[in-house]
């Protein structure tokens, strides 16, 4: 009887396929997004980079200087 059951009575069941599938896509899409995230706003939170400066919407530097 060793191992068998548990001593309350308690014996939760295993998560079927779906749900471990489920599980595992979701929580790489976490991560996928604080990477995306962090290489986006991460120099702005750290400090290395002001806020107020452009990150790239297509403006050119002879744009910037006509204004």
Do not use: C
């Amino acid at each position: 009887m060793a191992g068998a059951s548990h001593p309350s009575g308690f014996n939760p069941h295993l998560p079927g396929f779906r749900y471990q599938f489920l599980s595992k896509v979701l929580g790489a899409t976490m991560w996928f997004f604080i990477f995306y995230r962090a290489r986006e706003d991460g120099p702005k939170l750290l400090g290395l980079r002001h806020p107020w400066e452009g990150h790239g919407h297509g403006h050119r530097e002879e744009h910037s200087e006509h204004h």
